[in-house]
């Protein structure tokens, strides 16, 4: 059985809110909107009474799907990206000290700050030179978004 990418998701409190950070902050572009509801819909996720507000935006072939449920919602987790079950995206970038100062000034929050890290494959306790440079921050729902430079 071969599988196809077709797209990532995330859920999200505010569509609209989310939608300007990717566009804004991040880049991408707008792609389609649409709303979902109904029995098929419900049995699709498994929620009863589920009406989602669905959004697409996109970076090159890239696809997310931004999800806010209208209906059927549930409280906010904490996405703390070292609990079992939370992801990140990561996006590669030219230069990473000029994006974090622009999202800095975007009001974006960040969970560390700007690191090295070795080539791959580079023996455990040596200091080889830099493989990339790479930080974590969050979205408007505090779901991890990773920023890499490669050197």
Known sequence: MALEHTHTSFTV???????????EALGMTAGRRWE???PE???????????LKMATVHLGN???????YAG???PRINP???QPGTAHIGFRVADIEGMCERLRSLGVRFYGTPASLPPPGSPPGTVPPPGARAVYLADPDGITVEITQTL
């Open 41 to 51: 819909i419900a049995a699709i996720v498994g929620v009863e009474g589920a009406r």
């Open 13 to 23: 409190s505010d569509i609209e809110r989310s939608i300007r950070f990717y566009i």
């Open 36 to 38: 979902r509801t109904g």
């Open 80 to 82: 703390r990206i070292n």
């Open 62 to 68: 890239f696809t997310l799907e931004l999800i806010q």
């Open 72 to 74: 059927g919602g549930a």
